[in-house]
């Protein structure tokens, strides 16, 4: 099996500075073959901001592949928003918004969700949907994993919009194999099955750093993946600031989609 640390929500500009040291060292004592960032690193898109972020993904002894959240554009610069949305991120964080990794036990797809023209909301297109299709075409037995920053669906009680193109993106990531998908977005912690697509396992992390909590503390996933088997670890710091295991969870793959074992 593989090992995934699934960040998100770092909101630098926005953090709790006493957690910055210790999600460092947790997250490095894992040890994961790969660090995914499931977007919006900063609050407001400043350069000092992802300058932040950066110096903190520099620290990161796994390799980290990343992918943009809806606060990672300007929002307070509507010209730049609209013209160069992404040269700051480019800049700071990758130049390539959309990148992959591949290894001998696993292939993990990024997706740009952000739309520009709508804040909060994201897209998921019908390119989107044939490029990720295509990364998994070879795949063979290795575990396939999609990251992105808005949910393909939302839990209940969330008050956010979701974004275009999941119904179909959902459809689309299960017949082409696709076993789990990474997110962030709501600052919440959920693990489990998709309700309309019970062959995906839908993971999604809350803030790392952030004080900007809805009702959980700050938090990650830890991922041990395989195509027959994942397991997931939600891992939490309180008031003392300590990153402790609060959840672990265990799936197989069976005809009728992820059970829990």
């Known amino acids: 099996m593989k090992r995934i640390v699934h960040l998100s929500d770092l909101h ?3 953090t709790s500075p006493a957690l910055l040291e ?3 060292e947790r997250t490095n004592a894992l040890k994961p073959d790969l660090c995914v960032i499931s977007g919006d690193f900063t609050q407001r898109a400043r350069v000092s901001q992802f300058q932040a972020a950066r110096a903190f993904i520099d620290r990161i002894e796994a390799k980290v592949l990343a992918v943009p959240g809806n606060h990672d554009t300007p929002l307070d610069n509507l010209f730049v928003r609209m013209l160069w949305p992404w040269h700051r991120y480019r800049t700071h964080i990758d130049a390539n918004l959309e990148p992959t990794h591949e290894d001998d036990r696993m292939v993990v797809v990024g997706v740009n969700t952000v739309n520009r023209f709508a804040h909060q909301s994201g897209r998921f297109s019908e390119r989107t949907r044939t490029r990720v299709c295509r990364a998994f075409a070879d795949a063979g037995d290795r575990a396939r994993v999609v990251v992105v920053h808005h949910p393909l669906e939302h839990l209940e009680g969330t008050d956010k919009k979701l974004m275009r193109g999941s119904a179909k993106a959902l459809k689309a990531l299960s017949d082409c194999g696709a076993d789990v998908v ?7 912690t959920h693990i489990g099955p998709f309700t309309t ?3 995906l ?5 809350g803030t790392g750093l952030s004080d900007r909590l809805r009702n959980q503390e700050n938090s990650f996933n830890v991922l041990d993946v ?3 088997e994942i397991a997931v670890t939600a891992i939490s710091a309180g008031a003392d600031a300590v990153f402790d295991e609060i959840a672990s969870q265990r799936f197989r793959r ?6 829990r074992d």
């Open 12 to 14: 630098f500009g926005r």
């Open 22 to 24: 210790p999600l460092l």
């Open 182 to 188: 990474l997110c962030g977005h709501i600052h919440t």
């Open 197 to 199: 697509a019970p062959g």
């Open 201 to 205: 396992l839908f993971v999604q992390a």
């Open 226 to 228: 395989s195509r027959a």
């Open 254 to 259: 069976s005809p009728e989609g992820w059970l």
